[in-house]
């Protein structure tokens, strides 16, 4: 069973730019959260999907950030127009859909950097 | 609402020497769960314990071992025979809710001296 897999690793983009950070939750798991983690900091909750609804949005920026999860397919995790703030490792996880729910399983992360 | 407080940024310990790393908590939750990940320099998240709140019988698991303290809100982190692979960032966690989304610490950076 392969575990949660985020891509692309490593994303470089401009002020200005877009960035799309994609999430496979693991085979069987339907809730994913995204977390971000600025330069010497802990992770701090973003949001809380599960397929097609967004449940939990509450730590996410109020603007230039959206997040989704389709039927089919990743999540994925868009922030538009990106500052240099945004710099920082953004980490995706996933939690079954029974038994151990509260057990998320965490990604490798994205590391954004914004030039 | 829920806060994690790790008072401790760094921490050193002789190779298989016994630390323990502090964690306390605050929550509104009847219902929660503790965890410490573990942050190497790959940056991976691995998860090393979990605790029940509900349970009152501490977590295990090989080398690590947690004392959870109910009532100080207390959650702290014992590793036994520290090896040179244990160097790491540490962050405790709690979970819990309608949501279950993970609240962190700020992390303790163990170092592992030969």
């Known amino acids: 069973n392969a575990g949660v897999m985020q891509n692309p690793r490593h994303l470089v983009r401009r002020r200005g730019q877009e960035a799309r950070l994609r999430c496979s939750p693991m085979k069987g798991h339907s809730h994913v959260y995204w977390y971000r983690q600025l330069p010497e900091e802990g992770l701090k909750f973003m949001v809380y999907?599960?397929?097609?609804?967004?449940?939990?949005e509450s730590g996410m920026p109020k603007e230039r950030f959206s997040a989704e999860f389709p039927k089919e397919g990743p999540s994925i995790l868009r922030i538009q127009q990106v500052v240099r703030g945004d710099s920082a490792a953004y980490f995706c996880?996933?939690?079954?859909?029974?038994?151990?729910?509260?057990?998320?399983?965490f990604g490798p992360g994205t590391r954004l950097t914004v030039l | 609402a829920q806060t994690v407080t790790q008072s401790q940024p760094e921490m050193s310990v002789q190779e298989a020497e016994t630390v323990t790393l502090s964690c306390t908590y605050d929550t509104s939750e009847s219902d929660y769960y503790l965890f410490w990940y573990k942050q190497p320099p790959s940056r991976q998240m691995i998860l090393v314990i979990r605790q029940e709140a509900y349970k009152q019988q501490n977590a295990t698991e090989n080398r690590f071992s947690v004392n959870f303290q109910k009532a100080a809100k207390s959650f702290s982190l014992k590793i036994s025979d520290s090896q040179l692979g244990d160097a790491a960032m540490y962050f405790c966690a709690a979970g819990g809710g309608a949501t279950n989304k993970l609240i962190f610490g700020t992390g303790t950076l163990l170092a592992v001296q030969p």
């Open positions: 996880a996933s939690s079954p859909d029974r038994g151990k729910e509260n057990e998320q399983f």
């Open positions: 999907l599960q397929k097609e609804n967004i449940i939990d």
